[in-house]
């Protein structure tokens, strides 16, 4: 049982390109999230889903766009990738919302530096 | 400033001593409060939750909110080295999938 699936796991990219990081998840969860994590800043929620076919802005929407692919795929894309986007990714997958009584399952992460 | 405040640390003890964990949040709406656990390169993990007011007991583990203080506390008895990591709280409002975390708190128990 894999939970949730994030690649690539490393990623340099320079200023400009553009990429998507993929995640997927085996639980037949409703919602998912992209997170990213910073120093001193904790985990920062860029995009979730609540269900297949919906997505919604979070905190730190900017510069990322995100496509539920069906209910197991999340994807969050980076058009044109700049220094200030050097994170650490995770994706996140629930039953429900994450309050009502289910808990957020994570990925490993995506490990993204912009040069 | 954040919604959720708390500490970065690090915070270092010895084995075997009861660690106290503490963020504060600013959101009266928030009525979720959960602890994520978060090792060395690998993703947070549920830690525990409570919702609303008053103490949740899980083995060495407590959880315990204050919405009068708009305070959250986790407390770690009897410290094991495996319990070095970071501690993320985080809170949303009744069925909310904004979540909001604190910076995370790392700490280190010392054998």
Redesign the interface.
């Known amino acids: 049982n894999a939970g949730?699936t994030q690649t690539p796991k490393f990623q340099v990219l320079k200023t400009g390109q553009s990429m998507t990081l993929q995640c997927a998840q085996d639980m037949n969860h409703n919602?998912m999230?992209w997170?990213r994590q910073d120093p001193?800043?904790?985990?920062?929620?860029i995009y979730?889903s609540?269900s297949e076919g919906t997505t919604?802005k979070?905190?730190v929407p900017n510069g990322y766009n995100v496509s539920r692919l069906n209910k197991r795929e999340f994807s969050l894309r980076l058009e044109s990738a700049a220094p200030s986007q050097t994170s650490v990714y995770?994706c996140?997958s629930s039953a429900l919302?994450?309050?009502?009584?289910t808990?957020?399952f994570?990925?490993?992460?995506t490990r993204l530096t912009v040069v | 400033q954040k919604e959720?405040e708390?500490d970065?640390g690090p915070l270092s003890v010895p084995e075997g001593a009861i660690v106290s964990l503490n963020c504060t949040y600013s959101n009266s709406a928030f009525?979720?409060f959960?602890w994520y656990r978060q090792y060395s390169?690998?993703?947070?993990?549920?830690l525990m939750?409570t919702?609303s007011s008053g103490n949740k007991e899980d083995g060495r583990f407590t959880a315990q909110v204050d919405k009068s203080s708009k305070y959250i506390s986790l407390f770690i008895r009897d410290s094991q080295p495996s319990d070095s990591a970071t501690y993320?709280c985080?809170s949303?409002?009744?069925?909310?999938?904004?979540?909001?975390?604190?910076?995370?708190t790392r700490l280190f128990v010392k054998a």
């Open positions: 949730v919602s999230y997170y001193g800043m904790g985990l920062r929620l979730y609540a919604d979070g905190e995770f996140a919302g994450q309050g009502r009584n808990e957020a994570f990925g490993q992460g | 959720v708390q970065p009525q979720y959960m390169r690998k993703g947070p993990e549920l939750y919702y993320l985080a949303c409002e009744t069925g909310g999938f904004k979540t909001i975390f604190g910076a995370g």
